[in-house]
């Protein structure tokens, strides 16, 4: 089965946007319409999300880098700026690290791989919820103290979860973020020698992945760390991310 991709705009150095766990492609609505005004762009749904449920085998990163990569070659882009958050960010860091000649630029937004900790008890009951009374206590527990869960975003995860398969799907790719409750991690030396600019941005009140990850990165990385915000940064602060978007893959087009 392909993977779904919604496409926007036109011409540039595409623009390949990569969602979180238990997200879809619908979580960069608002940052992808800016950011298409002066480019293509693909929002994906993850294998095992959305549209893309079906997708065979899903659940390991390598998995859905490889087949990110397949989809990429597949639609004639040799080469993408890439904008990943948690989930989406290991995969969009491991696609940099398998195929770096195509990855122009990185945008990392609270990214998995860079640390052993991970709060996997959240995420498995945001994996197991399917009713709005169950989800929305986990989705306030993924935002800031500040940042109140909108009508809509419950509503799109609603809507995902009611798909046929879904949530049996996200229960098994929660059981594999782990083992001995600790999440796999990137490997440094390969980070270490990325020379695509790389901007990595964390909520200081993340609860899903600490922001000390980010403090022991390359040096070579650039890093925001926004005081107040927790780990949903697309949706928390949409217009500061398509800031970083911007000023990233405008150092990635001047390479």
Known sequence: MDLFAHQQGEGGTPVVFLHGF????AVWGTIQAEISRARQTLAYDLPGHGRSSNFPDAGPAKRAADAIIQDLQARGIERAHLVGHSMGGAIAALIAILDAPRVASLTLLAPGGFGPEINHRLLS???A????ETLLPCLEALHGWMSPV???ALARALTMRSAPGQLDILKTIARGLVRDGRQGQLPREKLDALDMPVTVAWGEIDNVL???HARSLPPQFAVHVFP???HMLPEEASDAVIRIVERTIAAGDAV
């Open 22 to 25: 238990a997200g879809s492609h």
């Open 125 to 127: 009951r945001v994996a």
């Open 129 to 132: 919820a399917d009713t709005a």
């Open 150 to 152: 909108t009508d809509e």
């Open 210 to 212: 600490p922001v000390r």
């Open 228 to 230: 107040d915000l927790g």
